[in-house]
């Protein structure tokens, strides 16, 4: 079940974006279903930042500081950068599970957080289960039209979702037989049926194997050609770089590059080649 957020927002005016597009997912993952797209490539944001703060602990580490960022509507954004820089606070931050001290953003508050280890959150005895369990989060509400959802219509959306992840075929299977990137994209699914807008997924590849990691990010990466939602992906793997449309690059708290996946790897090997002369000297 992919936990759905509340808001908190200080508006806070768009500036123009440029869309840039790359290949779509690769054609192993099967996922068939079919949604009506709900945001196009069109200059639209769907996460925007402005001079954010947050402080942890006594107080004293500024875990984000000063940061501002904007993510445009209906793409994958990936967020990289050294452990302890700030990129998991950030989508903590984004998702309600940490407060800020400074600055706003503005996110839909239909938005869902997948977490690093899938048994964190996905909890019912079946695929199918739990993402009608992640409908409950919403009282079986459509949050489209706000009327009440029918046990055939909780079905469907249900089944709709779990085919969106390539995961149809599944659905009444124990989660205990899931491996670890099928019950990653359980969650994925919870957060489709919710009808997230955004997705906030946190190293959602961190406990896979190569296989499972792959299908995880290209399932993502279908999800959000598909369907328009925006998803911002915190990760330490440059091999997922590809699948983005962008790239953004942290270091003690704050958005020191933002661009393209190319431009992206461009900027942290010129780090990584710094570093070494730097070593050698």
Same mark, same amino acid.
């Given at each position: ?45 769907? &996460? ?20 501002? &960022? ?8 990936? &967020? @990289? ?5 700030? %990129?998991?606070? @950030?989508? %903590?931050? @984004? ?187």
């Amino acid at each position: 079940m992919a936990m759905a957020m509340a808001t908190w927002r200080v508006p806070c005016a768009p500036p123009p974006m440029t869309c840039t597009r790359t290949p779509r997912a690769p054609r192993s993952v099967n996922c068939t279903a079919t949604f009506v797209r709900r945001a196009t490539c069109s200059g639209k944001v769907g &996460v925007e930042v402005k001079d954010l703060g947050v402080t942890l602990g006594d107080g004293s580490h500024k875990a984000i500081d000063n940061l501002s &960022v904007s993510i445009p509507a209906g793409q994958l954004w990936m &967020v @990289l950068g050294k452990n302890g820089c700030g %990129k998991s606070t @950030l989508l %903590k931050a @984004l998702g309600g599970l940490v407060t800020p001290d400074a600055g706003g953003y503005r996110v839909s508050k239909r938005r869902a957080y997948v977490f690093q280890n899938p048994d964190h959150q996905v909890v019912m005895p079946t695929a199918m289960a739990d993402v009608a369990f992640a409908l409950g989060a919403n009282r079986g509400v459509d949050p489209d039209t706000g009327l009440k959802l029918s046990a055939g219509e909780v079905e469907a959306r249900v089944r709709t979702s779990l085919e969106a992840v390539g995961l149809g075929e599944v659905a009444g299977r124990p989660i205990y037989s899931l491996s670890g990137g099928q019950r990653q994209r359980v969650a994925i699914a919870g957060a489709l049926a919710q009808r997230a807008d955004v997705l906030l997924l946190d190293e959602l590849t961190t406990f896979l194997d190569a296989e499972d990691q792959e299908a995880v990010v290209a399932t993502v990466r279908h999800v959000v050609d598909t369907q328009g939602v925006t998803a911002l992906w915190v990760t330490h793997r440059m091999e997922e770089l590809p699948y983005a449309h962008g790239c953004v690059y942290m270091e003690d708290g704050r958005v020191v590059f933002q661009g393209s996946s190319a431009e992206a790897k461009r900027h942290i090997d010129g780090l990584r080649d710094a570093f070494r002369k730097q070593r050698m000297k």
